[in-house]
Nanobody, 114 residues
Framework: QVQFVESGGGLIQPGKSLRLSCVVS????????MHWVRQAPGKGLEWVSE????????YYRDSVKGRFTISRDNAKNTLYLQMNTLKPEDTAVYYC???????RGQGTQVTVSS
């Protein structure tokens, strides 16, 4: 059974940092490009970032470039998202995924508010 378990979210003040993690089981993690996607309250799903299967290439939506860093540890089947200089508009449920459109886990809530 394939499982995606996200963690690391929380309530954080603007300008602060959070690191999200996603542990994947039930598939050969190292063979898949991985994505972070998010869904803000009342809005649709939004792609955030992608990393290639070997971690050598990364991609970001414009609004998070320079603030977010995606990474992975294939030995631990784990995907990460380091989020710095957080803004209220980053508030959303964050999901890891194997494509841009299909959240796979339960997500982790990130709330950026003073």
């Amino acid at each position: 059974q394939v499982q995606f378990v996200e963690s690391g979210g929380g309530l954080i003040q603007p300008g602060k940092s959070l690191r999200l993690s996603c542990v994947v089981s039930g598939l050969t993690f190292r063979l898949y490009a991985m994505h972070w996607v998010r869904q803000a309250p009342g809005k649709g799903l939004e792609w955030v970032s992608e990393i290639s299967s070997d971690g050598s290439r990364t991609y970001y939506r414009d609004s998070v470039k320079g603030r977010f860093t995606i990474s992975r540890d294939n030995a631990k089947n784990t995907l990460y998202l380091q989020m710095n200089t957080l803004k209220p508009e980053d508030t959303a449920v964050y999901y890891c995924a194997t494509d841009r459109e299909t959240p796979r886990g339960q997500g982790t809530q990130v709330t950026v508010s003073s």
